[in-house]
Nanobody, 117 residues
């Protein structure tokens, strides 16, 4: 059974940093690309970032470039998202998701990030 479990969310002040983690199990982690997606209150899903199977290629939404860094540790079956210079508009539930053949086919339960003073 595929499982994705996010952690690391919380309350942080504007300008602060957080590191999210996503522990993966139930599939061969280093065979698949992974993504982070977020959902702000009363808004739709927003793609944040993606990484290929070995971490050699990374992709970011325009508003996250230079502030967020996606990475992975295949030995630990874990995906990360380092978030710096956080803004109030980054407040959202953050999900990690596994890339399937043509879509994100498995999602975690999400972790709440709240940016507020």
């Amino acid at each position: 059974e595929v499982q994705l479990v996010e952690s690391g969310g919380g309350l942080v002040q504007p300008g602060g940093s957080l590191r999210l983690s996503c522990a993966a199990s139930g599939f061969t982690f280093d065979d698949y690309g992974m993504s982070w997606v977020r959902q702000a209150p009363a808004k739709g899903l927003e793609w944040v970032s993606a990484i290929n199977w070995n971490g050699g290629m990374t992709y970011y939404a325009e508003s996250m470039k230079g502030r967020f860094t996606i990475s992975r540790d295949n030995a630990k079956n874990t995906l990360y998202l380092q978030m710096n210079s956080l803004k109030s508009e980054d407040t959202a539930v953050y999900y990690c998701a596994k890339r399937g053949l043509s879509s994100l086919d498995y999602w975690g339960q999400g972790t709440q990030v709240t940016v507020s003073s």
